[in-house]
Nanobody, 124 residues
């Protein structure tokens, strides 16, 4: 059974940085495509970024391109989302998701495994 657990959220001021971590268990991380999504109250779930096996292929949403960076450390079974220059609109619950597909995608339907989420709140 694949399990996904996020951490690293918190309350920060606008302009600050946070690094979210996602630990994958139950499947070799190097064979897992991992995506990050977020959902703000009253809004639809939003794709942020994904990283495929080997870490060479990544995709970013336009809304975070240039501010967020996804990376992975398969030795630690972990995937990270470095978030810089945070703005109040980044306030949301952030979710990590895992897929057995080798092809990264912004489509949440390819990710059957989801973590419980970590809250990020950015004050102005």
């Amino acid at each position: 059974q694949v399990q996904v657990v996020e951490s690293g959220g918190g309350l920060v001021q606008a302009g600050a940085s946070l690094r979210l971590s996602c630990v994958i268990s139950g499947r070799p991380t190097w064979r897992t495509t991992v995506g990050w999504f977020r959902q703000a109250p009253g809004k639809a779930r939003e794709f942020l970024s994904t990283i495929a096996w080997g870490g060479r292929n990544t995709i970013y949403a336009d809304s975070v391109k240039g501010r967020f960076t996804i990376s992975r450390d398969d030795d630690k079974s972990s995937v990270y989302l470095q978030m810089n220059r945070l703005i109040p609109d980044d306030t949301a619950m952030y979710y990590c998701s895992a897929s057995t597909s080798a092809v990264p995608s912004a489509d949440s339907d390819i990710y059957p495994y989801w973590g419980p989420g970590t809250q990020v709140t950015v004050s102005s």
